[in-house]
């Protein structure tokens, strides 16, 4: 005999029941937001879109990618922060997740209590880039023409606490200078003004720099990781430039909300792990000169990681002078 509800308070529990159940089992039944708190066509950007694309198959749903710029990173990943913990908000963001805590009064969010940790993506090394027709011609002329003219160059950044401004600062904290800096709402109009010459110098990731320094359109003088990135072969790293322990990788991490369930939490990580196994995205990022960390691609190593920058770099900004603000 079919059960048929018999009062309207029956019948809407049967189907809260129904929905609450369907929707857990089905998780995604909708397509996800993926969170990006930078411009489109940035670095952190090109990563979201590849990996996106990467977990479609997995999910099979597609994973939007909103780009919630500004702020240095802190107005997306805020509003990651305060979004349903029903697995339709995810963010993407780098390193600058566990800097806007030192650097910000309020960044919005706890680096240890706002999200669920999903996983860490890829690894992205660094380069130092200027306007085509910036005069030095190589890292020790650089050194030396930014001591020379440390009050007329200036250098973009993505706002304080994105990558390219801690990159800075730590350019700032070698050479003992302190240029003039313009931040943007993204490495992308920072990287079009560096195209078009209206600034000198931006410190930024090889996944936004690797086409333009191909194509000769901007001058690059060093990268940050310790070893020489494979796509960029002549190019120095800082340290065996003579800035000796100069490294600054952008690693990138996937979180939801807090209070996420299990479920959902677990199948995000598994598509997570399929895209970052997919040939294409593997590739593409190949290309960019990024690293996919497959091996840390779970919860615990992001969490793990955050803890342990956290601290790392409140002692930098600390050692620079950097207020809060
Ligand atoms: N990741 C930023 C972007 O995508 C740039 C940065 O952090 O410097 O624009």
């Given at each position: 005999m079919t059960f048929v509800p018999r009062t309207l308070s029956a019948l809407l529990a049967v189907t809260a029941l129904l929905v609450s159940g369907g929707a857990q089992a089905e998780f995604p039944d909708r397509p996800i937001n993926m969170i990006v708190p930078f411009t489109a066509g940035g670095p952190t950007d090109n990563v979201a879109r590849s990996l996106a694309e990467a977990m479609r198959t997995s999910l099979g749903e597609s994973v939007i990618i909103e780009n919630k710029a500004g702020a240095g990173g802190t107005i997306g990943t805020a509003q990651v922060a305060r979004a349903q913990p029903d697995g339709y908000s995810v963010l993407l963001m780098h390193a600058g997740f566990s800097t806007a805590p030192s650097l910000y009064k309020n960044p919005g969010y706890d680096p240890f209590n706002s999200f669920e940790p999903i996983g860490l993506v890829v690894d992205v090394p660094m380069t130092i880039v200027a306007r085509s027709d910036f005069p030095p011609n190589n890292i020790k002329e650089l050194t030396e023409y930014i001591k020379a003219n440390k009050d007329t160059i200036s250098l973009a950044n993505a706002g304080i606490g994105a990558a390219s401004h801690f990159c800075g600062t730590m350019l700032f904290e070698a050479l003992g200078v302190q240029l003039l800096t313009v931040p943007y709402k993204g490495a992308a109009p920072a990287m079009n003004d560096l195209l078009g010459k209206q600034v000198d110098m931006l410190c930024d990731q090889t996944t936004n720099t690797t086409q333009q320094i191909d194509s000769g359109k901007i001058k690059a003088y060093a990268v940050t990781s310790m070893k020489r990135v494979p796509t960029l072969p002549n190019l120095p790293t800082m340290d065996e430039s003579g800035f000796k322990g100069f490294e600054v990788g952008i690693w990138h991490g996937m979180w939801v909300p807090k209070g996420t369930p299990?479920?959902?939490?677990?199948?995000?990580?598994?598509?997570?792990?399929?895209?970052?196994?997919?040939?294409?995205?593997?590739?593409?990022?190949?290309?960019?000169?990024?690293?996919?960390?497959?091996?840390?691609?779970?919860?615990?190593?992001?969490?793990?990681?955050?803890?342990?920058?956290?601290?790392?770099?409140?002692?930098?900004f600390k050692k620079a002078g950097v207020e809060k603000q």
């Open positions: 299990k479920p959902i939490v677990e199948k995000l990580l598994k598509s997570m792990q399929a895209g970052m196994a997919d040939p294409k995205f593997q590739e593409r990022m190949k290309q960019l000169g990024a690293t996919v960390m497959t091996a840390d691609a779970n919860p615990q190593a992001l969490d793990a990681k955050v803890r342990q920058q956290v601290p790392q770099w409140a002692a930098l």
